[in-house]
Structures are given as C-alpha cells and as structure tokens.
C-alpha cells in the first residue's frame, strides 16, 4: 500500500501563486506515475498534471504555461506550482499515485489517492 498525504492549499487572490505538495510513504517503489487532479465547483474530477518517475510530464491545456511539477524520486515527494492563479482553479486538488498508468488522464487508472487540499482564488 501506498500513502498520500498533500499540503499547502489555501487562499490566494487572482494572479498569485501556491505550492502543493504531496509526499508519498510505504511501497513506493510500485509507484511510476504521479499525478495531480482538481475538483472545481459544478464539475467532475479532472486531470491536472503528471510527472512519470523519468521525468516526462504532461500537463492539461488549462493550466500549461501556468503550472509546473516536479518530484523528488528520493524523498517520494511531488509538488505542484501553481502561478497567475484564475478564479476557475478554485477546488479540491488531489494528489495520485499509479504504477503502469496508460492514459494519465484517466483517474480509475490510480491505484493510490490522497484525501485532497483545497485551494481558493478570490477575483
């Protein structure tokens, strides 16, 4: 089993910034992609960004440009930076974590969830 735990969600006014992050615990070494998805008011749980442990990353069309991933293999961590924050960012953002994941974009294919942290973008 693997754990997830995210940090760093909060308040922030449009066109700021905020850091998440997710540190991943017990059988890591399962772990191949990992990956952020929101949940924004009204919608259903979308993908966000992934970063595969080689370092190839993909990102959704909404945030390119804005938001950026990184990981540490080492310390089984990921962050997300998220910058020129827009009002439709506002949600729950969820870290996952998956082995051979096909289509990133598909969350049945995770094996592994955090409970979420939440961000808010005031206009």
């Known amino acids: 089993q693997v754990q997830l735990v995210e940090s760093g969600g909060g308040l922030v006014q449009a066109g700021g910034s905020l850091r998440l992050s997710c540190a991943a615990s017990?059988?890591?070494?399962?772990?191949?992609?990992m990956s952020w998805f929101r949940r924004t008011p009204g919608k259903e749980r979308e993908f966000v960004a992934a970063?595969?442990?080689?370092?190839?990353?993909s990102f959704a069309d909404s945030v390119k440009g804005r938001f950026t991933i990184s990981r540490d293999n080492g310390a089984n961590t990921m962050s997300l930076q998220m910058n020129s924050l827009k009002f439709e960012d506002t949600g729950d953002y969820y870290c996952?974590?998956?082995?051979?994941?096909?289509?990133?974009?598909?969350?049945?294919?995770?094996?592994?969830w955090g409970q979420g942290t939440q961000v808010t973008v005031s206009s």
């Open positions: 017990g059988r890591t070494r399962s772990i191949d992609v």
């Open positions: 970063r595969w442990t080689t370092g190839i990353m």
């Open positions: 996952a974590a998956g082995g051979v994941v096909m289509n990133v974009r598909n969350e049945y294919e995770y094996d592994y």
